[in-house]
């Protein structure tokens, strides 16, 4: 069903590229909402209480009208992560959904309908990318490592220093990356195409679903101090092979001290 619903929700916002987008500021220039977001996220969850009633649902559109902290059942989504990429390039963006039970994450689902490859977990079912199981088996030094973060881009991240930090990570590891959405990022560190993501702050739509791949695929997703990620509330994300995931904890949390 979350696979079902992330695969037409995916080709529902590709259909609409075909058109010119209405785009809207949120907060400022850097934050933008299309008709197309809200249009996909209120059919995500038109098919989702249709089938399940009784579940309840935590989209960032807000297009639900009842209180997600009063479900057990909760689904999480982002109708597209990445929309200024969905804006001004048309690629690089994604549908992300999550299913949590009483807190505990049970699947993850990140669709990307321009390249139509689909990251999916179950709970102790494994991750796959399409038909590929993904596993991080290999053994990866920070030194080499590819990271991907987008922490070091707003005014807090001067205000405490992170933005120094993560320069100073830069100049320690192979390469840094910064594609445009989370969901997709950390769905790459499952695939082991990016071998480590951090950033300062995300929503709960953006990491819900990718941090069930990630763990799934044998990785680690923890707030970025170490402490477990919550399920419904905005967090710090690291998420990395497991290889180097002390050492680049130990790097962000001591670097600046
Ligand atoms: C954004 C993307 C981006 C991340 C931002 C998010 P949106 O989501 O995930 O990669 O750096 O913090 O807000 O607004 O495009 O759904
Ligand atoms: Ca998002
Ligand atoms: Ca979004």
Sequence with gaps: MAIHCAKTAGAL??????????????????????????????????????????????????????????????????????????????????????????????????????RDELFYAVKGQ???????????????????????????????????????IVKRLAGKVRGMRLLGSAALEISYVAAGRLDGYVSMSLNAWDFGAARIIVEEAGGVATKMNGEPLPFDQKSSVMACNPAFYEELRQFLNLEGK
Excluded at 76 to 102: E, L
Excluded at 139 to 145: C, F, R
């Design 13 to 114: 916002s590709l259909e609409r590229l075909k058109q010119p987008i209405l785009v809207e500021y949120k907060t400022s220039a850097s934050d933008l909402v299309t008709a197309v977001d809200k249009e996909v996220e209120k059919h995500v969850i038109q098919a989702i209480i249709k089938e399940f009633p009784d579940h309840g649902i935590l989209g960032e559109e807000s297009m639900f009208e009842g209180n997600p902290a009063d479900y057990e059942t909760l689904w999480i989504i982002d109708p597209i992560d990445g929309t200024t990429n969905f804006v001004h390039q048309q690629i690089n963006f994604s549908v992300s959904i999550a299913v949590y039970h009483k807190g505990e994450g049970l699947v993850g689902v990140v669709y990307d309908p321009s």
């Design 126 to 164: 494994g991750a796959y990318l399409n038909d590929r199981r993904l596993g991080l088996t290999k053994q990866v030094k920070l030194e080499e490592a590819l990271l991907c973060t987008s922490v070091f881009w707003n005014k807090r991240a001067e205000q405490i220093g992170i933005d120094q």
